[in-house]
C-alpha cells in the first residue's frame, strides 16, 4: 500500500466519523427540544396521564382556584376565570385539575358545570357537554379537553362546584368535608 491509498483511506475514515458525529448532533438537538417543550405528568395510573405543554402567547387567569369547607347538601361554590387566546391561529387546549385535596366520602355528590362566552358576550354555554362531571380525587384528572380557542379570542368562564342534595342517600357522613383544587393549562391531546 502506498502513501495515497494510506492518505485516501485516513480521509475517508475522518469523513465518516465527522459525518457521525453530525448526525448525532443534530439527533440530540432535536430530542433535547422535544422534550424541553413536553413534560410528563404521571399519577402512577396510565390513565390519568397528562401531557402539558407551555403554551405561546395563551393566558388563563383570574380564580382557577376552587374550595370549600363544610358544605351543606345544596350548596355551590363558584368562581370566574379568563382563558385568552392572543394568537393570530385557533388553539385547542386542555383543563386539567392539579393540587386537589378532596375529604368526601360520596365524592360522586360533587358535580361541577362550567361555562363560557366567546369575546365578553355575556351569554355562556356548557362547554361539558352532556357529561356530568364529578369533582376529582386526585391531581391530573382532566376537566375538558381539546377545548377550541378561536384567534385572537378571550373566553369568560365559570367553574361551578355543586354539592348535590340527595335525599335518598346519608349525607351525614360528609359534613365538615373540605375539596380543593386547581386548574391548571396544557395543550390538547392529539
Known amino acids: 500500500m502506498d502513501k495515497n491509498d ?12 465527522c459525518s457521525i458525529l453530525i448526525l448525532i448532533c443534530i439527533t440530540f ?15 402512577g395510573n396510565p390513565t390519568t396521564t397528562v401531557t402539558t405543554v407551555d403554551l405561546k402567547d395563551f393566558e388563563l387567569s383570574g380564580g382557577n382556584q376552587v374550595s370549600s369547607n363544610n358544605m ?13 387566546n392572543l394568537n393570530n391561529f385557533e388553539q385547542k387546549i386542555r383543563l386539567y385539575w392539579s ?24 351569554a355562556k354555554s ?7 362531571k364529578t369533582f376529582p380525587s386526585k391531581a391530573n384528572e382532566v376537566l375538558l379537553d381539546k377545548f377550541s380557542m378561536p384567534a385572537n379570542t378571550t373566553k369568560n ?3 361551578k362546584v355543586t354539592y348535590n342534595n340527595s335525599p335518598s342517600s346519608n349525607q351525614i357522613a360528609d359534613q365538615g ?14
Open 72 to 84: 351543606l347538601p345544596g350548596d355551590s361554590v363558584t368562581t370566574n376565570f379568563t382563558l385568552k
Open 99 to 122: 393540587a386537589v385535596t378532596n375529604t368526601f366520602v360520596n365524592q360522586t355528590d360533587l358535580v361541577v358545570s362550567l361555562e363560557c362566552d366567546a369575546n365578553g358576550t355575556g
Open 6 to 17: 494510506k492518505y485516501f483511506i485516513a480521509k475517508t475514515y475522518f469523513v465518516v466519523s
Open 29 to 43: 438537538t432535536g430530542t433535547h427540544a422535544y422534550y424541553s417543550a413536553s413534560t410528563k405528568i404521571s399519577s
Open 157 to 159: 368562564c365559570t367553574l
Open 126 to 132: 356548557n362547554v361539558l357537554g352532556s357529561s356530568t
Open 177 to 190: 368535608k373540605s375539596f380543593s383544587g386547581t386548574l391548571s393549562l396544557g395543550a390538547a391531546t392529539s
